[in-house]
Structures are given as structure tokens and as C-alpha cells.
């Protein structure tokens, strides 16, 4: 039965005290470990304004103070978000998280990131002043040197916009829960071992994904 | 038969703590909204007002006609752009001999004299002289129409603009002159903005045939570079006023900065190369060899986890 076989898979794979855990290791006490669920955080900031500037319309942050605010608040997590989240891969990087076969976990990562940048600037290009106008105006001429721009077209507002407040954010949103059910699976990545003295002892499964 | 996990790969045999995370989570939460509303009350959001074909023609109305012009002579940048746009040849982007801006071909057809200035003018009711001088411009030859549009060139730097209306020393300017006056008369009544974006439609979200047109003139290009949002200002980083852009695109906007890039009629094509490939390997990291174990050689991760090594080195 597909069901039985999906669930005892998932169950398999991620068992509750895994999905969900009380515990970590203790070398998981590090300000660096906040920057992932602190982008996680401005994620879903980002998604709640979002969705208030998507029910009144997109004309209605330049009309109504109330709309100003959302959208400053939209913004701003956008800019704590790519913080946050820029800061959480360069401490990946420094610890080699893809170590013990996590290479999917940092892949999902990095093409958040990519993606999200894609995200923004459809955001960017949907504001309806002139900013969007001269990114839309300069954007197209990097596109279509590379002949994207005759399908990804910049200056059709109405194009930029589905893209941002549906496609790109859904994929984002997916590619989180992805990277956030690949940490919990194969667990934070331990420390390379403490070298030994008096010969530096040997790096198991040093570089590269198992 | 598979190898043995790695024991970076095992469950961690050492020291665990208690760990909440939904609690992290809802702090985080709770710290990041906070922060989002204080930066909002302390710096709101950028909302400069679009720049339209109206204001245009109305604060500079000689541009205004310059740019005219050169739409209806086919001089003009998006006259002589090639894809998406039009044919012109050897106008396309290459990345050495391969040009990914010719593979879709003419998607998007713009006509520059047509879409920007002779249809337009058509939708203007109520004035026979515009007619004739439309059906004058339509059958003269070619060389005629060009010997036309470059007196009107010539002249518009003596151009005077008195209470809208464009005042010319005498010339032999034909059918251009009553073309262009009712042009930008129409422009500042703002019919121009309706008529190009409309294109025949009730509902319409394609800013592209009003966008094109506004980027010929130089009126937008220096409200641009007055909000250093040009590109060698690092404009494509920057957001009008003095707030962060979009600043993750540093890199991006870095190489425009630099030669070979900086004086390169295919800049765009060979940054937008470039920064795939620098992309593709960002994403690979894990399966690069040397890459990989980069951060070994570096350090830093000693400083990150210094609890845990501290707490391994008085154990021993």
C-alpha cells in the first residue's frame, strides 16, 4: 500500500525524536548556530507582511500609511533575512557543513540563497516607482544578453509580480523545508576532531560528502 | 557493499545539553519583528515617485523631442538594440563566439518609429493637419524623411518651448515639425503614458513600450544618476535615497567596476557567464576538491566551536 510505504518511510527517516529533538550536542553552543533559525525567522516575516501587502493590492502601500508600514516591515526583513542568512553560510562554510555526507544540505542551502536573491528582485522590479522603473530599465539589458529577457520580462509589471508573490516565494519556502528536514536527518555537523598531541591525528571523512 | 559511515556521519557519542527549539524559534521570531519594526520607525521605505511620460516631456521638453526624433529615425538605442527587439545586425551580445541574445530571436518586435511616434499620433482626434502631415511623412522616400529628421535634430538645441508650444528657427523640417508638436503636446496632456501602454486593451500590466521609450532620454538617466543608481555608481547595489538596496548583489555590480568588463561592448552577457559559473561553484562546494577542505586549512571553525575544543583539551 503507497500509503503504508510513504509513512514508514518518512517515520524511518525522520522519527519524532529526530524531527523534533530536546537535545543537541553540547558543541552546539556557539552564537554562530542562531543565524540559521534567525533567517528562518525573517522568512516568515517576510511571508506575513507579504501576505498583508498582497490582500490590499499593490497600489496600496503608496497610498495608505498603514501600507507604508507593511511594506517598510516587508523590506526590512528582507534585509535582516539576506543578513542572517549570509552570515549562517559563511559559518557553514568555516565548519565544512557538508562534511558526513551532508553535500545535500549545504546544495539546499545555497540554492536558497540564489533563489531568494531571485525572489528580492522581483520584489525590487513589483515596488511601482522609480526605483523599479530604473531596475527594470537597466535589469533588462543583463537578460537579454543573455536571451532570458525575451521570456523573463522585466519591464511586465504584471509578470514580475506573480513571480514574487507566488512562484519564487513557494520555491524559497520549500527549498527551507527541504534544507531544515536534511539538518534534522543527518544531524549539525560535528567538529573536525581535536588534533592529538604530540602528532596531528588523521581527519576522518575529511572533505567532501560521504 | 557500502562503506561504513564516516564518524562525521554517526549519531555524536559525546556530550549532549538540553536544546528547546520551537523556543529558539519563537524568540528569534519575537527579536527579528522587533527589529523589523524599529527599523521601520526609524527609517520607513523609499517611494520616489515613477517617472512618467507626462512629467518627462513637461520638465524637459527638448529631450522630450530629441529622443522623439531619434525613435522616428531609427537611431535611437532601442532602434538599433537587436533581440528581443529587432533585427539589427551585429548588435547582439556574445560570449567569445557564442551569442545566447540571438537564440530566442525577436520576441518582443518593437518599432520604434511606428509604437513610439507614428501610431500615437494617429489616436490624436480632431486635427486634419496632423493627418496630412502623417500621410506626407508615410510616402516621402526614405532619404526625404532622413533629410527631415536631421534638420529637426540640428535645430531642437535653438528650440524655444513657450506655453507648449516649440518654437523653431526657420528650416526645411516638413512634416517632422507638426509631427513632433503634436507629439509632445500630447505627451504633456499625458495621452502618451494611456496610448503606449494600453496597446488595444482594457487591462494591461506591460510597462515594456513606455519603459523603452522613457530610457532613451537623458531626463531619466540623470534622475538616475542623482540617486547613484547608475552603474558605474554601483547603481545595481543601490536603492534611491540612503537606504540599503539590494546589497547581496555587491559581486555582481563589482565586475562592471573593472576591465576587462568596465569598457566591454558585451559586459552584460560576460558578467551574467561569469557569475553563473561563480554560482554553480558556490552551490558545489561539498564536491570540489581542495574546496572542500578549505575550511580545515583556514581555522575559523576552531573559534566557532573553541567551547568544545577547550572542553577536549582539559579532559585530556
Known sequence: MWTTWVRERAVGALPPDKLLPDRQPAYVSSWIYVFGVAAIASLIVIVASGAILGLKGPNWWHVASVGRFFNSIHLWAVELFFFTMVVHLWGKFFMAAWRGGRGRTWVTGAVTFLVSIGAAFTGYLSQQNFDSQWIASEGKDGLNSVGIGAFFRVPDFGQMYTFHVILLPVVVVALVIWHVLLVRRHGVVPPYPAKARPAPAAAPGDGGPS | ??????????????????????????????????????????????????????????????????????????????????????????????????????????????????????????????????????????????????????????????????????????????????????????????????????????????????????????????????????????????????????????????????????????????????????????????????????????GVYRLIWRDHYRRVEQGR
Not at chain 2, 527549539?21 to 519583528?33: G, H, Q, R
Not at chain 2, 551580445?93 to 540571438?102: N, R, T, Y
Not at chain 2, 518593437?110 to 502631415?133: E, S
Not at chain 2, 538617466?221 to 546589497?247: F, I, K
Open chain 2, 1 to 298: 557493499m557500502s562503506p561504513p559511515p564516516s564518524a562525521e556521519a554517526a549519531e555524536w557519542q559525546g556530550e549532549y545539553v538540553r536544546y528547546d527549539l520551537i523556543k529558539e524559534l519563537a524568540i528569534a521570531l519575537a527579536v527579528i519583528t522587533a527589529l523589523a519594526v524599529v527599523l521601520t520607525i526609524l527609517f520607513s521605505s523609499p517611494d520616489d515617485p515613477p517617472t512618467t511620460i507626462q512629467s518627462w516631456s513637461k520638465a524637459d521638453p527638448g529631450d522630450f523631442l530629441t529622443t522623439a526624433v531619434s525613435e522616428l529615425d531609427g537611431s535611437s538605442e532601442i532602434a538599433t538594440y537587436g533581440p528581443p527587439y529587432n533585427h539589427t545586425p551585429d548588435a547582439a551580445q556574445k560570449i567569445g563566439p557564442l551569442c545566447l541574445q540571438c537564440a530566442p530571436g525577436v520576441r518582443i518586435p518593437i518599432d520604434t518609429a511606428r509604437d513610439f511616434v507614428v501610431d500615437p499620433l494617429k489616436t490624436v482626434p480632431g486635427n486634419p493637419a496632423l493627418k496630412v502631415a502623417l500621410a506626407a511623412y508615410s510616402a516621402a522616400p526614405a532619404k526625404q524623411r532622413k533629410a527631415w529628421t536631421d534638420a529637426y535634430t540640428a535645430a531642437l538645441p535653438k528650440a524655444r518651448f513657450v506655453a507648449g508650444r516649440v518654437l523653431l528657427p526657420a528650416g526645411d523640417y516638413g512634416p517632422v515639425a507638426p509631427m513632433m508638436a503634436s507629439l509632445v503636446g500630447l505627451a504633456q496632456s499625458g495621452g502618451l503614458d494611456g496610448v503606449m501602454l494600453a496597446g488595444g486593451h482594457f487591462y494591461q500590466t506591460d510597462y515594456t513600450k513606455p519603459l523603452l521609450f522613457l530610457s532613451g532620454g537623458s531626463y531619466f538617466e540623470d534622475r538616475a544618476t542623482g540617486q547613484h543608481l547608475l552603474g558605474d555608481q554601483w547603481g545595481m547595489m543601490n536603492e534611491t535615497g540612503s537606504y540599503p538596496g539590494q546589497v547581496w548583489l555587491w559581486l555582481y555590480t563589482f565586475w562592471y567596476q573593472i576591465e576587462p568588463f568596465k569598457s566591454s561592448d558585451n559586459a552584460d552577457a560576460l558578467i551574467f557567464a561569469l557569475m553563473a559559473a561563480l554560482s554553480l561553484a558556490f552551490v558545489c562546494i561539498p564536491f570540489i576538491p581542495g574546496l572542500n577542505r578549505l575550511p580545515r586549512h583556514l
